[in-house]
């Protein structure tokens, strides 16, 4: 039977991806990952996670390991590793994914993607994410593609404890309205979409119940906080300037500049009507911002 069958994640040993496995398994679901070679599994085995080596450069790797399972839920995003094998990941890998589960027969590919998407043909990774959707659709894989918007938790949370120092570090203006998420928060949707009731090749946006500005998350911040919490942002000019003179050894980077340009048109904003139809109530900005919060102790 189709329950008793393995989820695959692909992505499991990553930052979100180790966040939708222990969802899954929350479920009750059996889980398999894949995994490249030579990356270590062995906290995933503890967890009785299934593993199977492979690579998403290597489509029969990843018939292999999608066979027999009852769904496959992608977070692997090359642009985040910013290794030799970026572009390729988040081009050709994709397209493997889609090839893939179109040969083994994947009931459900659950895809993570990127808020506005469609509308970036000049920000490679937000773009390439757009193209991977079209191939499930070309293919006729049943998927659905969650688009989330920034990862808040995953943004201020670098270099530690930001509520105890009382700084959020942000790359742009800090008066820019977007849509962020938490990680956390997503991961839950990604593994619910396992089963949730949608249409093939549906694409949800994933947010907030507003947006917010980096300014507007430091005031909810310092109130929870019950201290001062500033935004040191770093301007959009500096990052295309480091853009352009690193382009050769730091491609990403430009890539990047390119994103917060768009995170300033204010037009990277979700629309969660449909979130909260399939996945429940949205969270607002003091809600979430208040969870980071009590992970930190605060």
């Known amino acids: ?42 906290k995933l085995e503890a967890k009785g996670v299934g593993i199977a080596r492979g690579d998403m450069l290597d489509t029969s790797s990843l018939i292999a390991a999608m ?64 193209l991977a959707e079209d191939k499930f659709e070309e293919l006729g894989v ?34 820019a309205r977007l849509t962020f998420v938490l990680a956390s928060d997503l991961a839950g949707y990604l593994a619910a979409a396992v089963d949730a009731d949608v249409a093939d090749g549906e694409r949800i946006d994933i947010g907030w119940t507003r947006p917010v500005t980096m300014q507007e ?25 480091l853009g352009k003179a690193t382009a050769k050894v730091l491609p990403l980077v430009g890539d990047m500049a390119s994103m917060v340009a768009w995170f300033e048109t204010g ?10 139809q399939v996945f429940g109530q949205v969270p607002t900005p003091e809600d979430a911002i208040g969870r980071v919060a009590e992970r930190y102790g605060h």
Request: with cysteine; proline share 6%; net charge positive.
């Open 267 to 276: 037009k990277y904003v979700a629309d969660t009507a449909r979130q909260e």
């Open 142 to 175: 049943p998927f659905v593609a969650l688009r989330p918007g920034a990862f808040f938790d995953q943004a201020v949370g670098m270099g530690g404890d930001p509520f105890s120092k009382g700084r959020f570090v942000w790359l742009g203006s800090k008066d």
């Open 217 to 241: 998350a430091a005031g909810i911040a310092a109130r929870r906080a019950g201290k001062p919490v500033k935004v040191m942002s770093v301007p959009t000019g500096a990052i295309t300037g």
């Open 67 to 130: 066979t027999g399972v009852s769904a496959v839920v992608s977070t692997a995003a090359g642009y985040t590793r910013n290794d030799k094998n970026a572009k390729l990941i988040d081009s050709y890998g994709n397209s493997n994914l889609a090839v893939a589960a179109k040969y083994a027969a994947v009931p459900r590919f659950v895809l993570i993607s990127i808020l506005t998407c469609d509308q970036t043909p000049q920000i490679p990774h937000f773009w390439n994410k757009k």
């Open 1 to 42: 039977m189709a329950e008793d069958l393995p989820v695959l994640v692909v992505g499991a040993t990553g930052f979100l991806g180790g966040q939708v496995v222990d969802e899954l398994l929350k479920r009750g679901k059996k889980v398999r990952a894949l995994v490249r070679p030579g990356s270590k599994a062995a």
